[in-house]
């Protein structure tokens, strides 16, 4: 079964610190998708990443980076010198094989001035 | 990234009365998904908008609770019908633009039963 795992249910930080969003995923596929999204408290959710099973090169975007290790099945973000801005829930998703996306539970990230 | 418009951002119902929620998107698209997400909870998918054609729901979700429309590449509805105080939730559709493998949501259309 596809599964999406955030273990992590809410997590607090003071800023400028460091907070890596842990994900774990379970898929029988031996291609997939896995996504990140950020739902600020307006509620929409934004886009962040989009990552191909095969590439598994880390990811930087600004302040953001992501670490995909397959072999232990995990995708997680890490926010680097985080901002009160941040703060939002952060959902990580696995696409299936027809398009959909298997959200997990998400992590609710507070970052405290 | 699309642009994708829902209406009613937010509404509140009486229960057994029915909502339609639409979704404008500003270009064509391949796909597009129904989504709930229950208060505090994560998202679930309803249903997959099939362009002409009936939509597929996912288990747990029938036709007749939640119809679907989707006339043409750019638009769909989602009605919530018979509602109950269970149904509260932000609705948000979702899509998939041609050619590209990036997923956007609309804002959500967050409904309230009484």
């Known amino acids: 079964a596809q599964k999406v795992t955030q273990a992590q249910t809410e997590i607090s930080v003071v800023e400028k610190e460091d907070v890596t969003l842990d994900c774990v995923y379970e898929?029988?596929?031996?291609?997939?998708?896995l996504f990140w999204y950020k739902q600020p408290p307006s509620g929409e959710l934004v886009f962040l990443i989009r990552r191909n099973s095969f590439d598994e090169q880390n990811e930087i975007s600004g302040r953001y980076s992501w670490n995909f290790q397959k072999s232990t099945s995990s995708f997680n973000f890490t926010i680097t010198a985080s901002q009160v801005v941040d703060s939002a829930v952060y959902f990580c998703a696995l696409e299936d094989s027809s398009y959909k996306l298997i959200f997990g539970s998400g992590t609710r990230l507070l970052v405290r001035p | 990234s699309a642009v994708i418009s829902q209406k009613p951002s937010r509404d509140i119902c009486q229960r057994g009365t029915s909502l339609t929620i639409q979704c404008q998107v500003d270009s064509q698209v391949t796909m597009m998904f129904w989504y709930r997400q229950q208060p505090g909870q994560s998202l679930t998918l309803i249903a997959t908008?099939?362009?002409?054609?009936?939509?597929?729901?996912e288990s747990g979700f029938v036709i007749d609770k939640f119809p679907i429309s989707r006339p043409n590449l750019t638009f769909s509805t989602l009605t919530v019908s018979n509602m109950s105080p269970e149904d509260s939730s932000i609705y948000l559709c979702?899509?998939?633009?041609?050619?590209?493998?990036?997923?956007?949501f609309g804002e959500g259309s967050r409904l309230t039963v009484l």
């Open positions: 979702s899509v998939r633009r041609q050619g590209s493998g990036e997923l956007f």
């Open positions: 898929t029988r596929d031996t291609t997939y998708y």
């Open positions: 908008a099939n362009q002409g054609s009936e939509a597929t729901y």
